[in-house]
């Protein structure tokens, strides 16, 4: 009999390494659960249980407004934010608004998995370009940037993951990310940068965003609250110029739906405006920050010669190579036997092929006995199979 699977597809009993969202322990229950009762004493009806404004709750927008110019000096203003639906459901505005079908967009290669499914549904022709330590190699963009204008083509943007990269780890360097800013002016694609990971940094800074770097012109950098208050309030935020934000209140959708998911949006403000948030980001990165060093402890402990990982300084993900010799579909049905789930890197590349040889651990959800004993069980499979 198939074992039991939970909403996230996880097996009951099993050990989960490509989950990529929060454990239970690690979502505010309490607060969110005073804040709401709270709201609804207050003038909490109308507003939790309304329409709301296209653009989203007001006071979240203002309470991100500010954020961003303190944090950052990012110099925007409420014109330029709005509400969305998640970071996906911006990735899927953009798409819609800005593409038709058969048009080319960039991505990297690997690329986050889901946003590659949006793409598809949009039958986009998806071009990939290789990353490495430093982020998107700029050398083969402008390769494939040439061999689509031969080809009569100009892409309509490049999607980016440009901090802790989902699925690798990698943060994108400052100097790439100029690179990559003067070749979209020369060949006038647009930068979709979907920033989910920023705040869950471990070290020092981090670079300037794509956004900052190109004074905000033609870039659109989404931004959630899933990674560090709860995905399921479904809340997220785009940045883009005032003509752009402008543009997609003015859709359709957003003006008979009144806003992105009003309720959550409403919650979420009241979170923010409590204070509460700030201080719950900082004890998420120092729990994020252990599980990761359980994992790099247990991979550098386990794992048998001829493998590579990264090693990332922050978000939620590290990123295997396998030796030549061990394909990932023996070891996921190996590790499935032995009830270790993974995720398979054929999924984040747009041909699987090329990822027959990488895996994606996430950190985030295990707790240390499992994501140490998950490792050990990977390393040791991953030895049976080269012995
Ligand atoms: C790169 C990236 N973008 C977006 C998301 C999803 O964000 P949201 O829950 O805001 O839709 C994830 C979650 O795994 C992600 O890794």
Same mark, same amino acid.
């Given at each position: ?10 097996v009951a009993?099993?050990? /989960?390494l ?27 009806v ?8 296209e ?10 407004v ?7 000096t ?26 038709? /079908? ?9 690329s986050y ?14 071009c990939p370009?290789p ?7 700029v ?17 309509r ?8 990269q989902?699925?690798?780890g ?7 990310r ?7 002016? $020369?060949?006038?694609?647009?930068i ?11 070290g020092?800074p981090?670079p300037p ?13 989404l ?7 709860? /995905? ?11 003509e752009?934000?402008r543009?997609?209140v ?11 998911? /009003? ?12 204070d509460?948030? $700030? ?10 920050r ?6 790099l ?6 794992m048998?010669?001829?493998v590579?990982w ?21 070891l ?20 699987p ?16 006995v ?9 390393g ?8």
């Open positions: 009999m198939k074992p039991e699977a939970t909403p996230q597809g996880i009993g099993s050990i /989960p490509f989950a990529g969202h929060p454990s239970r322990e690690l979502l505010p229950v309490d607060d969110l659960q005073r804040i709401i009762s709270a709201g609804w004493a207050g003038r909490g109308g507003r939790y249980l309304n329409y709301g404004d653009q989203g709750d007001s006071q979240l927008i203002d309470f991100l500010e954020r961003f110019n303190r944090n950052e990012l110099g925007i203003s409420r014109e330029n934010l709005m509400i969305i639906g998640g970071s996906t459901g911006g990735v899927g505005m953009i798409t819609q608004q800005l593409t038709r /079908p058969g048009d080319a967009v960039l991505v990297d290669a690997p998995r889901d946003a590659l499914h949006i793409f598809r549904d949009h039958r986009l022709e998806i370009v990353i490495d330590d430093d982020g998107l190699v050398s083969d963009l402008a390769r494939m940037l040439r061999r689509l204008a031969a080809a009569g083509k100009a892409p943007f490049y999607y980016v993951v440009p901090n802790f989902n699925p690798s990698i943060t994108m360097s400052r100097e790439r100029g690179a990559v800013i003067e070749l979209s002016r $020369e060949y006038g694609f647009a979709v940068e979907d920033d989910v990971y920023n705040d869950i940094r471990f020092g981090l965003s794509f956004y900052e770097l190109a004074g905000g012109e033609n870039v659109l950098r931004g959630s609250f899933s990674k560090t208050l709860a /995905p399921g309030l479904r809340i997220g935020w785009l940045i883009a110029s005032a752009r934000v543009r997609f003015d859709s359709g959708m957003l003006r008979m739906g009144g806003g992105a998911n /009003p309720f959550s949006a409403a919650v979420v403000a009241d979170y923010c405006r409590s509460a948030w $700030e201080g719950h980001v900082e004890w998420l990165r120092g729990q994020y252990r599980r990761r060093d359980v994992a402890a247990a991979l550098d402990a386990s048998p010669a001829g590579d990264t090693r990332p300084a922050g978000g939620y993900f590290i990123w295997l190579r396998l030796p030549q010799s061990v394909g990932v579909d023996e996921e049905a190996r590790a499935q036997a032995r009830n270790v789930y993974f995720a398979s890197g054929k999924g984040f590349f747009v041909d092929v090329a990822g027959a040889h990488h895996l994606r651990l996430s950190f985030s959800f295990l707790p240390r499992e994501l140490q004993a998950g490792i050990e069980i990977l040791g499979l991953i030895a049976q199979i080269t012995a």
